[in-house]
């Protein structure tokens, strides 16, 4: 489901009926392009300060760095208190995350999120968005940055979409600038393909507990 955001209210009713009916949505125009702009010119300046840290798997004392398993780098945001580009984003995700317990009682409490980069070859191979010892995050959420993105440079977000006779279909997603994807987190499974450009995203969850950390 690909929608154009005209009115907040159209637009997450859009995306909510697209997780429900299909267990994910993409919303481009999420925000306008001039906001997009300045929170890409802002991660580029935290990138090339060294501010992003090689990004990891699993949780707690399960965390580990596996670069045959992913590529890229990240940087945690605080949602709460977030830098003053990022902060129309938040403010359109936190009204986001009111809409969806409004209308499906999802018991959002919390997101978690973090800019990441992928570097020219960065990959993450196919995986849920889930750990074993928690089910918290409930909606996975992923913003892109990208400007003049086009389908030779790689860096598409891969969906598997089960069936219900039990197969599978996989629809590729490009990380163009202001596009939003939303999915369900503990049922689609999903990998980012190698970019051949910088990639730039904010990405993260919805959930229905505190983090702990």
């Known amino acids: 489901m690909e929608l154009l955001v005209q009115s907040n209210e159209a637009a997450f009713e859009a995306i909510v009926e697209g997780i429900v009916r299909q267990g994910y949505a993409v919303a481009d125009g999420f925000l306008p392009p001039q906001e997009t702009r300045i929170m890409l010119e802002e991660a580029g300046r935290l990138f090339s300060q060294g501010q992003f840290n090689a990004a990891g798997i699993g949780k707690g004392g399960m965390h580990q760095v596996n670069r045959e398993i992913r590529r890229d780098q990240v940087r945690w945001l605080d ?35 973090h800019l990441a980069v992928y570097p020219e070859g960065a990959f993450y191979k196919r995986h849920l968005d889930v750990f074993r010892h928690t089910r918290a995050r409930k909606i996975t959420v992923v913003f892109y940055l990208n400007f003049d993105w086009d389908e030779s440079l790689g860096g598409q977000l891969r969906l598997y979409l089960p069936r219900e006779d039990g197969s599978e279909a996989a629809l590729d997603l490009g990380p163009i600038a202001g596009r939003l994807v939303c999915f369900d987190s503990h049922a689609i499974e999903h990998e980012v393909l190698p970019a051949r450009r910088e990639r730039y995203s904010i990405t993260g969850w919805l959930k229905d507990e505190p983090s702990l950390f």
Do not use: K, V, W
């Not at 977030?82 to 009682?105: I, S």
């Open 79 to 113: 949602h709460t208190n977030p830098p003053e580009p990022f902060r129309p984003f938040f403010r359109q995700l936190d009204d986001l995350a009111r809409y969806f317990n409004r209308t499906c009682y999802l018991g959002i409490r919390d997101m978690e999120l």
